[in-house]
């Protein structure tokens, strides 16, 4: 009993900065959904049953532009296949001496920044240390939507306009601290962005809409780098 | 007919827990096929560049706080600022560069 109260703690602790950071986006991607049109309750159930960042922001313009769920359904699979690689890392990391349905509730709270915190600890984790860590991420990122989607009814135009960059920059906080060691990975990020370009503002291709663009370039990118060049070990996920 | 907003949310839900839970409760091994590995591998950067740009652009009031926000945003990802210094800066950038062209006009 000690250990899973030790390893609760543990989580919390990694939970408390992770939660933070949840708090400030999620509050832009309520103030998107509102303004998108959503209520208040619909953009905070969306946080509570997803807990993404890109997906939910993705789902945003398919929503408004009445989109299939096909798209949808596709659109999300494609932009948070990330979570697969983490998923079946997770696996590795996950102590086998606990229950088998322990993995239903940990696989709900793999993030990015979950994953990372957990990844990064050394030998096997407890689930009860992914619970600590989702006893704060999930709330951070669930009062944060209700917070941004009700202030998104009353802030000026100015600042919303302001926030609603806050998640590219993140995205791109992600994706070019490491092209400054893997420099292939600035032709991966350039053609993806040049190629994004091309499909918004090349006439007959800008009829496509954008949840499937990001498919297709997220798929065509990825398979032709896997191509061009495979992955080393040393290359490999930072796990 | 109109989509319900909450077949979207079920949708949604259902595909992205699918995506977490299958390979944490089915895996026994290491993918070792190297395409699937690499394709893996690349899939964020390509996804997440794509979602970027040019969505950044239409994102802001006008087309150059758009710009500005973008550049401001690539050179602090590029001096390797926390994911959180990133976002407010790229915000900031937008916000002053709109009150200067307000004043502007």
């Not at chain 1, 659109?75 to 349905?101: A, G, H």
């Not at chain 2, 026994?28 to 794509?50: E, G, V």
Request: net charge positive.
């Amino acid at each position: 009993m000690a250990s899973r109260k030790q390893a609760f703690i543990g989580g919390m602790k990694a939970g408390i900065p992770i939660a933070l950071g949840y708090f400030a986006v999620s509050f832009t991607f309520g103030m998107m959904a509102v303004q998108a049109g959503l209520t208040v309750w619909q953009s905070t159930l969306i946080s509570l049953t997803n807990l993404t960042s890109a997906g939910q922001f993705a789902s945003l313009s398919i929503i408004t532009a009445g989109g299939s769920l096909v798209e949808l359904a596709l659109n999300q699979f494609v932009i948070n296949l990330r979570y697969m690689l983490m998923s079946f890392s997770v696996s590795q990391k996950l102590d086998r001496r606990y229950p088998f349905f322990h993995k239903f509730f940990v696989a709900f709270g793999i993030t990015d920044e979950i994953y990372g915190a957990s990844a990064s600890r050394p030998g096997k984790n407890s689930p009860w240390y992914h619970y600590g860590a989702m006893a704060l991420a999930i709330p951070g990122w669930t009062i944060g939507t209700l917070v941004g989607a009700a202030a998104g009814e009353i802030l000026p135009a100015i600042v919303m306009s302001a926030l609603s960059v806050a998640i590219y920059g993140m995205f791109l906080a992600i994706i070019i601290p490491p092209a400054k060691k893997n420099h292939f990975l600035w032709i991966v990020i350039l053609s993806a962005m040049a190629l994004g370009a091309i499909f918004k503002y090349v006439p007959g291709l800008n009829k496509i809409s954008s949840g499937f663009v990001i498919i297709i370039i997220t798929v065509l990118v990825s398979a032709l780098a896997a191509i061009i060049r495979p992955i080393r070990e040393e290359d490999g996920h930072a796990d | 007919m109109q989509i319900s907003i909450y077949l979207y949310i079920l949708v949604m839900a259902v595909v992205t827990y699918l995506v977490r839970a299958v390979p944490l409760l089915l895996s026994r091994k290491q993918i070792t096929n190297t395409f699937i590995k690499s394709f893996l591998f690349y899939m964020p950067y390509a996804c997440l560049a794509a979602m970027t740009f040019p969505a950044i652009l239409g994102a802001t009031s006008y087309l150059i706080s758009g710009i500005v926000g973008f550049v401001a945003a690539c050179i602090a990802a590029y001096l390797e600022r926390s994911m959180i210094t990133v976002a407010l800066i790229a915000c900031a950038a937008v916000f002053v560069t709109e009150q200067i062209i307000r004043w502007v006009a």
